[in-house]
């Protein structure tokens, strides 16, 4: 057996491995940004969708496309525009003539993974054509249901909302993302190295070129999410992720806190942290490890406590601090 088959047995057998190949794949594309690789992976895990929000020329598009070129999943790729409509999106009736009926086109939500490029950059009207998808994996036409494909994730991108041309994201639809990832400036070092990588050729037109390979498809997903899903939840420490959720619907600064979805959404990211550990428990650490990500987004601030400077990521370092830590 070559080194590469034994490699690619070992992925196929233990789902941990695969995920550790996809971040592989994604690092010969995008330096650092380690934080928000392993927010992505996540997101795979839970099947949940991610926000990726920094400003222009951050390497968010590019950390998804590199995603995509590393799974075996069918994946489309949707610019958001100002003049985007709801049909583009997720289809639309369409008049056959020969048949004289009227069929459904499918738009490019019906794929496994849509890349919802600069998604705040379209009106609110056709960001609420993906609610009833992100939800319900299912979009309806015509009073009837289209299922979506097995799995499906939105992986969206965004530039701050302060930024020139660019619509507030709903609250209702900010909830349905499992977590909004902050895409930081990279430091010297790693931007460095991204300059290197660029004067020896690389391109980021051309995934290929730079060796992406598919690594991991649906079984290895799966699987992995089937691993996650037996991770132990001690009683104290489920009722830490509640106290923290809400802890945030009574902070002053918080005029909406984090719903119920969200300590759903607190407990499938800290079990998935613990697994990517490699542990079959969840540790309060792991619960602190994933809060911002997981609750930042479905905070609404009070208008005087943003004046006043604050966050949401302020407001939850607030509570962190101050929630008794299960032993």
């Known amino acids: ?86 049909g583009d999106v997720t289809g639309s009736l369409v008049y056959d003539t020969r048949t004289a009926e009227f069929e459904f086109r499918p738009g490019p939500v019906f794929t496994n993974l849509l890349l919802a490029d600069e998604i705040n950059r379209t009106p609110p009207k056709t960001q609420a054509a ?24 939105v992986a969206a991108t965004q530039n701050p909302v302060e930024y020139e041309g660019t619509y507030p994201l709903p609250e209702a639809q900010l909830d349905r993302f499992l977590m909004k990832l902050a895409v930081p400036v990279p430091d010297r070092d790693e931007e460095i190295g991204m300059l290197n990588r660029h004067a020896a050729g690389f391109s980021p037109r051309d995934l290929a070129a730079a060796g992406i390979r598919p690594v991991a498809g649906r079984a ?37 806190g984090a719903s119920p979805r969200g300590a759903t959404a607190l407990l499938g990211t800290s079990r998935a942290i613990a697994w990517l550990a490699g542990r079959d428990y969840v540790t309060p650490d792991d619960v602190k490890a994933v809060a911002r990500p997981t609750l930042r987004h479905r905070l609404q601030l009070r208008p005087e406590a943003e004046l006043e400077g604050a966050t949401p990521d302020r407001v939850l370092e607030g509570v962190l601090a101050s929630a008794p830590v299960p032993r």
């Open 130 to 153: 993906l609610l009833e998808a992100m939800e319900e994996r299912q979009v309806s036409v015509e009073g009837g249901a289209q299922p979506l494909p097995e799995p499906f994730l």
């Open 220 to 256: 290895e997903l799966d699987a992995a999410s089937r691993a996650v899903q037996g991770i132990t939840l001690a009683p104290e420490v489920a009722a830490y992720i509640v106290d923290l959720c809400r802890a945030t619907r009574a902070s002053a600064a918080v005029r909406l």
């Open 1 to 86: 057996m070559t080194a590469e088959a034994g490699y690619q047995r070992l992925v196929e057998n233990d789902p941990r491995a695969a995920i550790a190949a996809v971040r592989a794949e994604i690092a010969k594309a995008v330096v650092g940004q380690d934080a928000v690789v392993t927010g992505l992976l996540i997101g795979l895990i839970c099947r949940g969708h991610v926000l990726l929000e920094g400003v222009p020329g951050t390497a968010k598009t590019l950390l998804v496309r590199a995603l995509a070129a590393a799974l075996r999943l069918d994946t489309k790729r949707l610019q958001f525009t100002p003049d985007l409509m709801p």
